[in-house]
T-cell receptor, first 112, second 113 residues
Framework: DQQVKQNSPSLSVQEGRISILNCDYT??????FLWYKKYPAEGPTFLISISSIKDKNEDGRFTVFLNKSAKHLSLHIVPSQPGDSAVYFCAPPSGSARQLTFGSGTQLTVLP | NAGVTQTPKFRVLKTGQSMTLLCAQDMNHEYMYWYRQDPGMGLRLIHYSVGEGTTAKGEVPDGYNVSRLKKQNFLLGLESAAPSQTSVYFC????????????FGPGTRLTVL
């Protein structure tokens, strides 16, 4: 039973346009959400997070939106750059050790 | 600061062989985690540790053992490797207080023939 779903395995966007990556979850106990970015042959790196008490968090070109009633998050990247090409994971922490539950990821390709 | 480092980067094993993956962090973090990533999937938690001398099972612990004898090191052992353990293994650490952000190592690619 997947608690975190990223239903789009891949997304291609032109440089300068907006990239929108989606994440759905089923566990209403999730109270915090992290987005990680992963390049090939590297470990994931933290990108941005949002608390469940907020509906939006912004950091430069990256904005994450949270719709608790729909159990849905989206990550917006504006403007998209070729260096943003990577796999993006949605990963809420839970449990006593705040271990991360990862979605399957979305491969973003930004075309020059 | 090296952050989180993993040794080795690559390894090929034959079925039934054993090996230990080493994770080291120099950030004085309390929490450490081992994940595996298989093609087309997200990372899944194998084992974790909430402090020196402690370990606990995660989502997919079968076939693995761990030890955290020193705060900075977290070892993942495979006693008798199986082809199903072919994967990329990531270690992560977290400071533990008022933060959920985990910092990941570069990964170990393991192939079991």
């Amino acid at each position: 039973d997947q608690q975190v779903k990223q239903n789009s395995p891949s997304l291609s966007v032109q440089e300068g346009r907006i990239s929108i990556l989606n994440c759905d979850y089923t566990n209403s106990m999730f109270d915090y959400f992290l987005w990680y970015k992963k390049y090939p042959a590297e470990g994931p790196t933290f990108l941005i997070s949002i608390s469940s008490i907020k509906d939006k968090n912004e950091d430069g070109r990256f904005t994450v939106f949270l719709n608790k009633s729909a159990k849905h998050l989206s990550l917006h990247i504006v403007p998209s750059q070729p260096g943003d090409s990577a796999v993006y994971f949605c990963a809420p922490p839970s449990g006593s050790a705040r271990q991360l539950t990862f979605g399957s990821g979305t491969q973003l390709t930004v075309l020059p | 600061n090296a952050g989180v480092t993993q040794t080795p980067k690559f390894r090929v094993l034959k079925t039934g062989q054993s090996m230990t993956l080493l994770c080291a962090q120099d950030m004085n973090h309390e929490y450490m985690y081992w994940y595996r990533q298989d093609p087309g999937m997200g990372l899944r938690l194998i084992h974790y540790s909430v402090g020196e001398g402690t370990t606990a099972k995660g989502e997919v612990p079968d076939g693995y053992n761990v030890s955290r004898l020193k705060k900075q090191n977290f070892l993942l052992g495979l006693e008798s490797a199986a082809p199903s353990q072919t994967s990329v293994y990531f270690c992560a650490s977290r400071r533990g207080v008022y933060t959920d952000t985990q910092y990941f190592g570069p990964g170990t690619r393991l192939t079991v023939l």
